[in-house]
């Protein structure tokens, strides 16, 4: 395969922004619920009553308001004095704002980089999709690199029995079934991860690229708290490529190198190490590969149906819990969640339409498992 059959791209998956507003901010007779309107108004120019508005009756984390608007998928949240306001937009959120919010994405972002009052990030995702690149970038193969010694890391955390870890169905039937559930490897921890996976039934969902791909990892990086900020703050006042970010931010924290002999002591002599060439394709931002033509997003009635067919029709109920327990995972109440979750999944199903038995009977092999 040569490197122009390969393909990759680099997106932002997850953006939690927490606002501090000062008590001279806003007049003393404001109220609170009245200061998150005026700051996201004054801040990104979205008048919420312009959306259909879903209200969290018990708030989010430690935020007792909370609203939702692009179907629940961004969520604007405040406190009793409203002093703090948090934006939190999920993966499918910035989707949603990229394809509905003028100028898209960047000029969200934009926004807040002309913003000069009080901010800062308390969640960054980052995730690069990699297209036909071979197996080497395989959770497993990333598990196995980590298992022998391969993986120098300057993240301290890092230990050798349980930094590593494969997640695969319990009962595997033939390489179908792999493919179709795939596996996931992580390397570190809050609050900063590195997750591997190849989930074949969630890359509509992920990536809005139908299945004509024979391979298809996600890298995505995971940053809490200071991280988050710091790294965040960086890549804004830059003005780099998100891909080179990520690149970067990857380079400072993991190396992976060829295999070495056992008596090498990895923590003294690291440096002495060749860095694998896998490792070097993957995080140089002066590669080829990465400027391969732009992938379309596929989001047309006709390829939104051949992922309901395959994924709805067959495992709706397995979809709602999915929405449900992402909804609860970070910190929405169980009714709040359950609603929600039927929003979005209502809108899912209001796009998708009747069965395409072409499509199907190309790609039986994918069922033959749950026959």
Known sequence: MSKTDKQTRTIHDWLTVVFDIGATDFSADVSAYEKAYQLICSVFGIDWFEYDVITLKRGIYEYPH???????TVIIAWLDDGSSVMVQCSGRGLRNIDAEYAGGLTAFIGCLRAYEGDWHVTRWDIARDLFECGSR???????????????????????????????????????????????????????????????????????????????????????????????????????????????????????????????????????????????????NIDDHWDHAPALERMQTPAKTQKFYNKVVSKHAAMRLNYLVRGYLKNGVGIDDAKRLARVVFSQELERSV????????????LYKWSE
Do not use: C
Request: charged share 25%; hydrophobic share 40%.
């Open 66 to 72: 909370a609203i939702g608007i692009f179907q629940g």
């Open 137 to 283: 970038y395989s959770p497993a193969h990333v598990a196995k690199e980590r298992a022998k010694g391969n993986l120098v890391s300057r993240i301290a955390y890092f230990q050798p029995t349980t930094s590593t870890k494969v997640q695969r169905p319990n009962a595997l039937r033939g390489r179908d079934r792999e493919l179709l559930i795939g596996s996931t490897t992580y390397l570190g921890r809050n609050p900063f991860q590195l997750r591997v996976y190849n989930k074949l039934n969630e890359r509509f969902v992920k990536t809005g690229i139908d299945f004509q791909y024979s391979s298809w990892y996600r890298w995505e990086l995971q940053i809490n708290g200071n991280k988050a900020d710091y790294y965040f703050q960086e890549w804004i006042n830059t003005g780099r490529r998100i891909m080179d970010a990520w690149k970067l931010i990857m380079k400072a924290n993991f190396r992976f190198v060829v295999n070495h002999d056992v008596d090498v002591d990895m923590h003294r002599h690291a440096n002495r190490l060749a860095t694998a060439r896998w490792w070097s394709d993957l995080v």
């Open 354 to 365: 009747d069965d395409n038995q072409t499509w199907v009977l190309a790609n039986e092999n």
